[in-house]
Nanobody, 115 residues
Framework: QVQLVESGGGLVQPGGSLNLSCAIS????????MGWYRQAPGKQRELVAR???????YYADSAKGRFTISRDNAKSALFLQMDRLQSDDTAVYYC?????????WGKGTLVVVSL
């Protein structure tokens, strides 16, 4: 079992920044494919950024140049630095990982970009 708990969401003005965190616990050995996804109101969940099996990073077009995914293996944590936030970034952000081909998701953290 793997547990993922997101934090760091909140209300931010357009152009502002937030840093999301995902605490990873449980049977984390050989967990892979860690990434961030989001779901905006009335829309399907979509990929924001993730680490590939080879350790490379993939960003959705909407995140390129503004968001940065990183991880701290020692602290078992995943991060998403979000800069130059726009109203379209308003969504619930989820942390996701894979282990033995089973998907694990956190409960999400809400990001609202508004004046």
């Amino acid at each position: 079992q793997v547990q993922l708990v997101e934090s760091g969401g909140g209300l931010v003005q357009p152009g502002g920044s937030l840093n999301l965190s995902c605490a990873i616990s449980g049977s984390i050995f050989s967990i892979y494919g860690m990434g961030w996804y989001r779901q905006a109101p009335g829309k399907q969940r979509e990929l924001v950024a993730r680490f590939t099996n080879l350790g490379r990073i993939y960003y959705a077009d909407s995140a390129k140049g503004r968001f940065t995914i990183s991880r701290d293996n020692a602290k078992s944590a995943l991060f998403l630095q979000m800069d130059r936030l726009q109203s379209d970034d308003t969504a619930v952000y989820y942390c996701r990982g894979l282990k033995d081909d089973i998907e694990y998701w956190g409960k999400g953290t809400l990001v609202v970009v508004s004046l």
